[in-house]
Every structure is written in C-alpha cells, then in structure tokens.
C-alpha cells in the first residue's frame, strides 16, 4: 500500500479562498467515483455531494459525481 502525503487539501484550500476572495460564491468540479482519495479531499474541505452522474469517456461509461463548495460554508 502507498500512502501519499502532499500538498493537495492545502492547495484546494487555497484555490477556493483565491476564488471567493475574488467574487465567485460557488464552486463545482466533476470527476470519477472511484477517484476515493480526490472525493475525500474534496469533502474534508468542506465540499458537498452535489449530484452522482454518467458520462462517456473514451467511449466507455463513466460514474461520477459533482461537488460544490458555497463561500458562506468556507
């Protein structure tokens, strides 16, 4: 097993407080369910299951699911 220990909840964070400090109120991003490492940090930084899709990718169908973050819960 390979545990990673990076810079991407840190990023994210700064990401979103670069947008809402710029007048976005909401963010979105989309990506594959199986992407578990991605959905957790996501959700730790404080991101909701917004809706679980399909998609077509490379011709094969893909479950995912989009998440959103508003300003007022940052």
Do not use: P
């Amino acid at each position: 097993m390979v545990i990673y220990r990076g810079y991407a909840k840190e990023a994210l964070k700064l990401l979103c407080l670069e947008a809402f400090n710029n007048g976005v109120d909401k963010l979105y991003d989309s990506f594959e369910k199986d992407r578990i490492s991605a959905l957790n940090i996501f959700l730790s930084v404080g991101f909701k299951i917004e809706k679980e899709v399909t998609w077509k990718k490379f011709g094969k169908t893909v479950e995912g699911v989009i998440v959103s973050l508003e300003k007022k819960f940052f």
